[in-house]
């Protein structure tokens, strides 16, 4: 068995390696740090770049990466911003449930919205009481309205909100 990476993994590694150098700088780091806000210019340079989409399925707009490629992407945004980093896994981890679990609709809006960068998901997983169990959340969700928004209930309580852009 080989466990050296493929060409086009270590491709991948050098693409990300000029990525991180020309968009995620200490000095972004340190502004986002000093004055929180929601980093528009990364996403939008994940997208062009064809990162965000990477390892998303090729019918979506994606780039049908395997899951070693999923591992090459996050170590290296990791190793150069949070804020990447954290763009990156949320949106795609969400995308792969849907492409995974989602019908043909939810795919073709959902999935491909996030390959396109059209669509940004949000990740939220706990309450005060459940602490990192899962299985011990109390809300149940339902849609509000026309808007595919969730509204969480009994509680409305999160603790833990990641990429939500209000």
């Known amino acids: 068995m080989d466990f050296n990476f493929s060409q086009s993994q270590l491709e991948l590694q050098d693409r990300l390696r000029t ?14 740090d000093e ?7 990364l996403h939008a340079a994940l997208v062009n770049d064809g990162i965000l989409g990477h390892c998303l399925p090729a019918a979506f707009g994606g780039g049908d990466g395997r899951i070693v490629d999923a591992v ?3 170590q290296a945004l990791s190793h150069a911003s949070d804020a990447a980093v954290n763009l990156m896994f949320v949106n795609y981890i969400c995308a792969a449930l849907v492409s995974l679990t989602g019908n043909q609709a939810q795919k073709e809006r959902l999935v491909a919205g996030v390959a396109r ?7 939220a ?10 299985g011990a959340i109390q809300c ?17 309580r999160r603790i833990f909100l990641c990429n939500n852009l209000g």
């Open 35 to 41: 004055h929180p806000r929601d980093p528009q210019e």
């Open 72 to 74: 090459i992407i996050h």
């Open 140 to 156: 149940r969700a339902r849609m509000a309205g026309e808007a595919e928004r969730v509204n969480l209930f009994p509680t409305d």
């Open 19 to 32: 990525f991180c150098r020309d968009h995620c700088s200490d000095q972004l780091a340190q502004e986002l």
């Open 125 to 134: 997983l706990t309450e005060p009481e459940a602490g990192s169990d899962a």
């Open 117 to 123: 960068g059209d669509i940004r998901m949000a990740f």
